[in-house]
């Protein structure tokens, strides 16, 4: 083994780069948790666009009765 190869791997922990492969298969996990946070995201901001149209639907209901008790 070279001084140069020896360097590398004493830096990064030892044979084959397991600090290496430890933060790749850290990074892949955030990725997924990344993932499933935008899903959930965007799921809640459908819900939330239902319930926007919901409460229109219950102001225009409101003001039609509001309006058929002001004639009476």
Do not use: I, N, P, T
Not at 11 to 22: D, E, F, H, Y
């Amino acid at each position: 083994m070279s001084a140069a190869e020896g360097r590398a791997r004493c830096r990064w922990g030892g044979g084959g780069g397991s600090a290496v492969l430890r933060a790749r298969a850290e990074a892949a996990g955030y990725r997924r948790l990344l993932r499933a946070r935008a899903a959930e995201v965007e799921a809640l901001r459908g819900a939330v666009g239902a319930l926007h149209r919901q409460l229109e639907g219950l102001r225009d209901r409101r003001s039609g009765e509001l309006a058929k008790y002001q004639v009476r």
